[in-house]
């Protein structure tokens, strides 16, 4: 094997350990695994952290802007940060899970979340059609089974059904859009797809092509008009896999867009610009609006996930290395924020026998520290400082502002402010209603696991908040690999 492939396979070291991690589990599931114990699901969540922890501390080596493999990844910065988002939010999820019997005592949930979780860090280095197609079906079928996981439960069947239902009609329309890349370009590789529509011509083609290729990215990221599946598969999956679509997804899914949107659709001009500026107006508008009207508590998460996707275009509409690092910080302190508001919501319907908002009711007289941590994600996902989700909102508006993008910060601002309404309507429920007569009280038990990882992420969600600028100089680079 000559010096080349060696350094190759260094580069791609994650996505291997990710890969020897998912035998790994099978060997274990096969001959070691204990029936009834959360074991298989304790040893994915610690080599997913093993490999978030070394890809960030080998970073400096493994990131490269020379795309490898034949030009099917490209190792840079951008998808070495991504990887070690993506393995750290799958972490955290088989933590959570491990708590819920009906998860973490079958040996394949863990399985097929970290296949997934391969194929979304597969994603976020893909640097061609061909290997951006495969990495997303290998993220998408695990999720399909994933969803609809509790499979004597009506409504997570359900989700499970609908989600590959929508999943399969956009993964068509996109592939229909790269087959028109491909056949006007001649190559399958993004800088020569670029290249070819870098004169000026056929931008109408472009401009169709593009479109039909952003379905695919608008499901990953459940933005207006493609949420459609959002608030149903919320509800139904599993709280721990509801958690990992709202936050390890979507991540992937921004990631492949800003690449996109970096390497391609600049031959669209202005034109490119306007239609994602209106897709996050669309996300923001629709997702607070109708996160306001909402009775379950994963219901208007799933609306909250489409309104925090309209934030995240407003970084991806201003174009520049600056507005990229912006939206890498937000989706880190939106991954903590939102998987610790899925767990609590699991946590609370345990105790209160319900998933909808008010029988939270009077939930700080029963257990104060869950209640504080609701307050902690709740108003980190409005964006009130010092948590990260505040942070992570002033980085994106200030980088839209820089770009020009004066109107359309306004416009997020005022979203924020509305979104603050249900928001401080459950904190309100939690801390100042009495708790409902009728209503039976479930202890907590056995969630060791969860309570650590809930302690984790509120760390997160404070530091990020306070001490954003050591991680933000590492997505600064990041930004500025994305267009070099």
């Known amino acids: ?56 501390v080998f970073a400096s080596r493994l990131a490269s802007a020379d795309p490898i493999w034949g030009g099917l990844l490209r190792m840079d910065m951008t998808a ?48 061609d059609l061909i290997s ?78 593009s479109l039909l290729a952003v379905v695919g990215f608008g499901y990953k990221i459940a933005a207006v008009p493609f949420h459609f599946w959002a608030p149903d598969v919320y509800e139904g999956a599993p709280s721990e896999v509801s958690g990992f679509l709202a936050t390890v997804s979507k991540a992937a899914g921004f990631a492949v867009l800003l690449r996109f949107t970096v390497i391609i659709l600049p031959a669209l001009g202005v034109t490119a610009q306007v239609a994602i500026s209106v897709l996050a107006v669309l996300s923001m508008l629709l997702g607070n609006i109708l996160a306001m009207q909402q009775k379950n508590a994963k219901r208007l998460l799933a609306y909250s996930s489409i309104a925090h996707a309209g934030y995240l275009l407003v970084g991806v509409a201003a174009g520049t290395a600056q507005s990229a690092s912006a939206v890498f910080y937000y989706l880190t302190g ?26 939270f009711s009077g939930l700080s007289r029963r257990n104060p520290r869950l209640a504080l941590m609701f307050l902690v994600a709740f108003l980190s996902l409005a964006g009130i400082p010092p948590f990260a989700g505040f942070a992570g909102k002033l980085l994106v508006f200030y980088s839209a502002a820089q770009a020009g993008l004066n109107w359309l910060v306004v416009v997020g601002v005022l979203n ?69």
């Open 1 to 56: 094997m000559t010096g080349i492939d060696i350094m190759s396979l260094l580069r791609i070291s994650p996505l291997l350990a990710i890969t020897l991690l998912i035998f790994v589990l099978l060997a274990f599931d096969l001959f070691v695994r204990k029936r009834g114990t959360a074991a298989a699901t304790w040893l994915a969540a610690g080599g997913m952290a093993l490999i978030a922890v070394g890809t960030l």
């Open 80 to 127: 070495v940060v991504f990887i070690s988002l993506i393995s750290t939010g799958a972490a955290v999820t088989l933590v959570f899970a491990s708590a819920e019997p009906r998860l973490a005592r079958h040996g394949e949930f863990p399985i097929l979340l970290v296949s997934a979780a391969l194929g979304l860090a597969l994603m976020a280095a893909a640097y």
């Open 132 to 209: 951006l197609y495969i990495a997303m079906e290998l993220a998408g079928i695990p999720l399909y089974v994933l969803a609809g996981f509790l499979i004597h439960k009506k409504t997570s069947t359900e989700a499970g059904l609908k989600y590959f239902l929508y999943g399969a009609m956009s993964s068509a329309v996109m592939l229909y859009g790269f087959s028109l890349l491909y056949g006007f370009s001649g190559s399958m590789a993004f800088p020569a797809i670029a290249s070819a529509f870098s004169g000026g011509s056929q931008t109408l083609l472009l401009c169709v092509a």
């Open 334 to 359: 939106y991954l903590f924020t939102n998987l610790a508001a899925f767990a609590l919501v699991a946590l609370a319907a345990r105790i209160t026998g319900s998933e909808d908002i008010e029988s």
């Open 416 to 484: 924020s402010v509305l979104a603050l309404f249900y928001y401080l309507n459950v904190i309100k429920l939690i801390y100042a209603r009495p708790a409902p007569e009728t209503q039976a009280a479930s202890a907590l038990a056995n969630i060791g696991g969860v309570k650590g990882g809930l302690v984790l992420c509120m760390t997160a969600i404070l530091y990020f908040g306070v001490f954003f600028l050591p991680w933000y100089d590492i997505l600064a680079r990041a930004g500025m690999m994305l267009w070099n």
